[in-house]
DNA sequence: TTTAGTACCTTGTATTATACAGTAGTTTGT
DNA sequence: ACAAACTACTGTATAATACAAGGTACTAAA
């Protein structure tokens, strides 16, 4: 898929995904390719920059099937982010829809 | 609006655009500034790449109101393009939807 | 016991599309 | 003469994803 159309909605996938419940990166990266084609290294820089925007909280737990999990809980701020994004996102697809019509 | 997210998206406009008849750049930068936020300069190496591409012809027409415009004119190959990164898109948005539910 | 495989995290380099600011030439209106 | 709108172009910067490689932990099979 299309590498540049991706820029931007990986975020807002991790960022949603989180609202629902703490999910570690592993469980992301695999949330997200059983939709949107991605490699498993990709997941981490975006969880480590919005770690480092204060969008999330990590928490360390043990796993009984391999090594420990770090886990990702959403903060308010990155609540914040996810719905301005989400805006965003959804203004872009209306938008888009209007500048090309049915073609 | 967020930078990131029309990445691709604007290659797809002006593809998108090009199907209904020829257009010069000046006036696809006018026609996409409508509906999604661009610097004019934004348009011109999207045009120069997709040329080179081989999407587009050119041709040359004197205009009455400023120095002559620069049309732009799809080529079979370039529809092809325009096909296949809409159907991209398409499932791109479709997904993302799929991921993030209502949320 | 060794090996393979899967779960899990990290990092560095490359790619590439858009942002922004600036240049430049043409025509019209004042 | 001058400003303003029209039209095209370019160079430098920014920033998100791709990809490859590496590393640790645990489990199951050979």
Redesign the pocket.
Known sequence: MN??L??????LCVLSLLKSGDK????LAESISKEI??????I??????LRDEGCFEVYLRE?????P??YYKITPHGLEIQEQLFSEWSKLTARVSNLIGGN
């Not at 991706?6 to 975020?11: H, P, S, T």
């Not at 570690?24 to 469980?27: C, F, I, L, T």
């Not at 981490?44 to 920059?49: A, G, N, T, V």
């Not at 796993?63 to 090594?67: H, K, L, Q, R, V």
């Open positions: 590498t540049q991706k820029k931007g909605v990986l975020e570690y990166g592993y469980e084609a991605i490699s498993e290294g990709t981490y820089p975006i969880l480590r920059r796993s009984s099937s391999g090594p999990r770090k």
